[in-house]
């Protein structure tokens, strides 16, 4: 068994949230994509990111692949606080 625990991935709800927190900060709802710059990669997840992970662990090449949780947040859960 195993799972994907992913970081903030571009779905429509952190989309809408991320152009409210734009509007507020910037004034400027499509400056939402600048609100992720702190992230590692200076971006959201993208969902076919998540996909394609989800494809590879169901297939053969994962068959080694056993009892552990993918963390698939482009390196935020283990950058440095103080990063």
Not at 11 to 22: G, W
Not at 35 to 48: F, I, S, V, W
Request: glycine letters at 12%; charged letters at 25%; hydrophobic letters at 35%.
């Amino acid at each position: 068994m195993v799972g994907i625990n992913p970081g903030p991935v571009e779905t429509d709800r952190l989309v809408s949230q991320a152009k409210i927190n734009a509007d507020m900060e910037f004034g400027d709802e499509e400056r939402w994509r600048e609100t992720h710059k702190a992230l590692p990669g200076g971006r959201a997840g993208r969902p076919e990111e998540m996909g394609w992970l989800a494809a590879y662990l169901a297939s053969d090449r994962a068959s080694w692949v056993s009892g552990t949780i993918i963390m698939a947040d482009g390196g935020q859960h283990s950058r440095s606080a103080r990063a």
